[in-house]
Nanobody, 121 residues
Framework: VQLQASGGGLVQSGGSLRLSCEAS????????IAWFRQPPGKERQFVAA????????NYADSVKGRFTTSRDNAKNTASLQMNSLQPEDTAVYYC???????????????WGQGTLVTVSS
């Protein structure tokens, strides 16, 4: 499945952005969708995951309470709503898909190309 992440941009500290991840196939509804990010000069890290039905979500402690992930299987899309953004949230954000429900990036087989989020102070 091909994934297309979009919605990144420049936002001031305290602002909000909504990222989208669009899939090319109807099999999207069978996959867990996860979000990862890679800050400048750092390793890629887990942000959030949502299982195939949307009934289970998981968040990194650093974004819990500020970020919300959701999905619309009828539209083959997943979203990451990011509120109260801080400069430390600056990163390239990726969506990924796999049948497993995991926080480990090594377990995700399909990846989008990434979208840059820059939060200014």
């Amino acid at each position: 499945v091909q994934l297309q992440a979009s919605g990144g941009g420049l936002v001031q500290s305290g602002g909000s952005l909504r990222l989208s991840c669009e899939a090319s196939e109807r099999t999207f509804s069978t996959y867990t969708i996860a979000w990862f990010r890679q800050p400048p000069g750092k390793e890629r890290q887990f942000v959030a995951a949502i299982n195939w039905s949307g009934g289970s979500t998981n968040y990194a402690d650093s974004v819990k309470g500020r970020f919300t992930t959701s999905r619309d299987n009828a539209k083959n899309t997943a979203s990451l709503q990011m509120n109260s953004l801080q400069p430390e949230d600056t990163a390239v954000y990726y969506c990924a898909a796999d049948w497993r429900y995991s926080r480990r990036q090594s377990e995700y087989i399909y990846w989008g190309q990434g979208t840059l989020v820059t939060v200014s102070s």
